[in-house]
Every structure is written in C-alpha cells, then in structure tokens.
C-alpha cells in the first residue's frame, strides 16, 4: 500500500513545498500558483496565521472561499466538538511545545 502511494506522496509534497518558497520558485510553478491551479503563497500564508481557523484546502486552495462563506469547517467543529467533546484548537500550545 506504502509503495503505491509514495509517488502521490511526493508529488503533493512538492506542491506544498512551491507554497513555501520565498525565492527561485520555478516558472512553471509560479505561474501555476497565479492561475490558482495549485495554491497560491498568500492563500497559504493564511493557513499558518493563528489561531489557525481557515483556509485548510492547502493543495489546491479554491475551494477555501466557497468553504468559508459557507462555514463548512465551523460547521464541522461544532459536530466534531458535540460527537466528542474536544474543542478545537484546545491544546495547539501543548502540541507546539511537544508535550
């Protein structure tokens, strides 16, 4: 099963990866990123500012709009939080500090 998956593995990863980039991002991922084919620098930059509510399609990134005006992931929260009784977001300080 591993051994199938990596390469979808990998290719996400280098995905991300282009997000990431400050300089030298290849041509052909920059110009991905500006037809929002793969996810743009900015609409990542906002999938890591706290407290880390919004934007989670962090491979693509065109579905975080329509997701957010229609509240999908608080929507989600809220049955996660009442089926389980954990609040989101809770311990991110705990699981930062790597306790």
């Known amino acids: 099963f591993y051994a199938k998956n990596k390469p979808r593995k990998q290719w996400y990863q280098r995905r991300v990866r282009g997000s990431h980039m400050v300089s030298g991002v290849p041509r052909g991922v920059k ?6 084919v793969i996810l743009p620098r900015p609409h990542h930059h906002v999938h890591h500012i706290s407290p880390h ?11 975080n709009y329509p997701l957010e005006k229609v509240q999908f992931f608080q929507g989600l929260e809220f049955v ?4 389980t009784g954990y609040k ?12």
Do not use: S
């Not at 110009?31 to 929002?36: E, T």
């Not at 509510?53 to 579905?63: H, M, N, P, V």
């Not at 996660?80 to 089926?83: G, Y």
């Open 53 to 63: 509510e919004t934007y989670f399609c962090i491979t693509g990134g065109w579905l």
């Open 88 to 99: 989101p977001r809770e311990d991110d300080q705990k699981w930062l500090k790597g306790e």
């Open 80 to 83: 996660i939080e009442a089926l």
């Open 31 to 36: 110009m991905l990123q500006d037809l929002h």
